[in-house]
């Protein structure tokens, strides 16, 4: 398997621009997690899903914020309208609901709005 | 999900072990430590994780003490491609919560 795949690799936008993450997690895992990354608040978990359903979005900072998942294979972070303060990497990563729960990150999209 | 302290940072010689700490004084019983890298510009990379008993696998083993209040990860020969932030979890194997929440890391920077 290819690992969990991320696109694009780096977005540079200008403030209120729409922005979409996409991302594709490993065959056959049932989880899909959405994090963020920034020097000051490290890395936080913004959202989750589990067969394709969102589970907990206490992370998603507001309303400008959405994920969806419309199916295994496949899950989009959207930003609209962008803010410079949204600048941070933001990464993928999913997981079976086995015992080891161990989560598998892709390797991320450097974001950066103007 | 138990709170975690790491020292910020560590310093270690290639080829030489690196003895990475973690304190989680409020574990609870049904609580697992897990140990996830972060290398540079990488997503992270999870190593290890246990209950109780000492682990051991291709990267690390870990070991917990026996009020499983601290635990120590341990990379038997460093190398350079070990320099990372080194992040300690400790959370619910069960629950229904899947959360992995990180914190600040310890650096480590293995020097040649």
């Known amino acids: 398997d290819a690992g969990v795949i991320q696109s694009p690799r780096h977005e540079v936008t200008e403030m209120g621009q729409e922005v979409t993450l996409r991302c594709k997690p490993i065959?056959?895992?049932?989880?899909l997690f959405w994090y963020r990354q920034t020097m000051m608040r490290g890395l936080e978990l913004l959202i989750y899903f589990n067969n394709n359903v969102p589970i907990d979005d206490s992370g998603m900072p507001e309303d400008r914020f959405s994920a969806k998942m419309p199916n295994a294979s496949f899950s989009t972070l959207k930003i609209q309208p962008s803010e410079p303060r949204d600048s941070a990497v933001y990464f993928c990563?999913?997981?079976?609901?086995?015992?080891?729960?161990?989560?598998?990150f892709g390797p991320g999209t450097r974001l950066t709005v103007l | 999900d138990a709170k975690t302290t790491q020292p910020p940072s560590m310093d270690c010689a290639e080829g030489r072990a690196a003895n990475l700490p973690c304190n989680h004084s409020?574990?609870?019983?049904?609580?697992?430590v897990y140990w996830y890298r972060q290398i540079h510009s990488q997503g992270p990379q999870y190593i290890i994780h246990?209950?109780?008993n000492n682990e051991t696998n291709e990267m690390a083993s870990l070991i917990i003490t026996e009020d499983r209040k601290s635990s120590t990860l341990i990379l038997p020969h460093a190398t350079l491609r070990d320099t990372a932030v080194y992040y300690c979890i400790v959370r619910a194997l069960q629950g229904g919560s899947e959360k992995l929440v990180f914190g600040k890391g310890t650096k480590l920077t293995v020097n040649p």
């Open positions: 990563a999913s997981s079976l609901s086995s015992g080891k729960n161990e989560q598998f």
């Open positions: 065959s056959g895992h049932d989880y």
């Open positions: 246990g209950l109780k």
């Open positions: 409020t574990i609870s019983g049904n609580e697992y």
